[in-house]
């Protein structure tokens, strides 16, 4: 029967983890726009303060949830369904979140730390930023090829220069008076790709050292024009005659290329032979200790 096949078995179980790891950055949007709409955010003891009077324990949690307008939470929320949506199918839903919390946590430590009992009133700092860029930066680790446009850059900038180009523009602004905690952000950075080094071996696949080889080299390419599938092999007609696909690897290129169809048409838009070459890229990853 053609459900028993192994391509076939796994559709489901693919289908499923991608589904959970979308509704996750779902649920996280829908929990920050909610909070913004309930007005908890004129709720002081719930923002970060870095000063001995204020701080409790949990605001390095709350915070993240809390943000300073309409702006402040449109534009962590859309970056958010961008990135979010790119690297939550790669890494799973527990993954994922744990990147989000541990790279918000991060982001306030590193802000509590330049600046405890520094300012004078002190002032509380909120939002998702920190954790924000916590995903990009496992967006960058995990897809680093992949191509995104930023505002005034009329060309395609990879993940991996992305996000030096941000850490760059961070450790600059750091100190100036713009009422935003950069520093918040450089932790989101280190957070992430602390704990994908540590816990995400298998699915990182750039990291700082490879800086030493230049953006271009030693690592694969995204290629948005990737060849499609090829055609079945055998004539049969009938679904129980059709032959069981014959693969023997399957590059990063071409996962990169099929994560970005599921991101953009959904899981149900995957051949059954794309989901075959998925299920076999994993067994690589296992095989090869990764």
Known sequence: MLDDRPYMRFRDDFARHVRDAINTVWILI???VLV?????????????WADSRYFEPYQLITYMFLHGGFTHVFFNMYGLFIFGRLVAPVLGRQKFLWVYFISGVCGGLLHLLANWNAAHPPIPTVGASGALFGVMMAVAMTRPNVEMYIMFIPVPV???????????????????????AHLAHLGGFIGAYIFLLIFCKREVV???KDLF???????KTFDRHAPQDPP???GGNGAQSAPEPHITHVSQKEVDRLLDKISREGVNSLTDYERAELQH?????????R
């Open 30 to 32: 829908a929990v920050n």
């Open 36 to 48: 913004y709409l309930t007005g908890i955010n004129n709720v002081g003891r719930f923002a970060l």
């Open 158 to 180: 990879k993940m991996k220069t992305l996000v030096i180009i941000y850490a760059v523009l961070e450790i600059l602004s750091n100190g100036r008076l713009d009422n935003i």
């Open 206 to 208: 750039w990291s700082l």
């Open 213 to 219: 080889k230049g953006f271009s080299g030693g690592g």
């Open 232 to 234: 079945p092999a055998g």
């Open 281 to 289: 890229f994993r067994e690589q990853m296992q095989s090869n200790g």
